[in-house]
């Protein structure tokens, strides 16, 4: 995709949605970063129905702590994983007291040695939580960026730093969030919604639904 389609491409995405944000439900940087861990291969909707118990209940990395990790996994059972989850965030909260004062970093190389956080969920918390221009490719975003051409790549790290270089500064705040909730609700995986789509005409996918 050649460097004016990618600006027409963000711009209209930024005119359909001018504030982004993520689905997640939270109150707090702390609070987002569970929600992301719990997140991992479960959606959104099962996630906020589950923290909506548990964050009132545990809204601080000291609260969430004295849970341990029975109490926790009674919390979120409903979630996929949720036992190896519970052990990766109450172990999370003891490193948050114990190195961080039981702030989030806002620094990836402390996030990511977090148990349960990877470059994903690094970057997720940089973006969301601090405004950090990153860029967190899943799934979806890993799927848009070689289906529409705007930055295809074999890996996930390829595609997130092909789309770090190609997308103007201007949009790289907000790029995840309409790159994750295009993909998610218009080009899905297996078949994209083509004829209501606001940048098909900039798309290079060959094969479009009509």
């Not at 291969?41 to 990790?69: E, I, S, Y």
């Not at 989850?85 to 620094?107: F, M, S, W, Y």
């Not at 960026?145 to 949009?171: D, M, S, Y």
């Amino acid at each position: 995709m050649k460097k004016d389609t990618i600006a027409q491409f963000y711009s209209r995405l930024r005119e359909a949605n001018p504030s982004p944000t993520t689905e997640l439900h939270y109150a707090t940087p702390f609070q987002l970063l569970v929600a992301v861990i719990l997140s991992a291969q479960a959606t959104d909707v099962g996630v906020n129905k589950a923290t909506a118990r548990l964050f009132p209940a545990a809204p601080t990395p000291a609260a969430m702590l004295a849970l341990g990790v029975e109490g926790l996994a009674d919390y979120i059972r409903t979630i996929g994983l949720y036992r190896s989850k519970a052990r990766n965030v109450i172990a999370t909260c003891q490193l948050l007291l114990e190195r961080h004062g039981g702030e989030v970093p806002a620094d990836r190389d402390a996030l990511e040695a977090l148990p349960g956080v990877g470059r994903k969920t690094a970057n997720v918390v940089l973006n969301t939580a601090f405004g950090q221009p990153t860029i967190a490719v899943d799934t979806h975003i890993f799927r848009l960026g070689n289906r529409t051409g705007l930055a295809p790549g074999k890996t996930v790290l390829e595609v997130e730093e092909k789309l770090l270089r190609v997308t103007p500064a201007a949009f790289r705040k907000d790029a995840h969030h309409w790159l994750i909730l295009h993909g998610r609700y218009v080009c899905k995986a297996r078949r994209p919604e083509c004829p209501r789509c606001i940048v098909a005409d900039l798309c290079a996918f060959s094969g479009k639904t009509t």
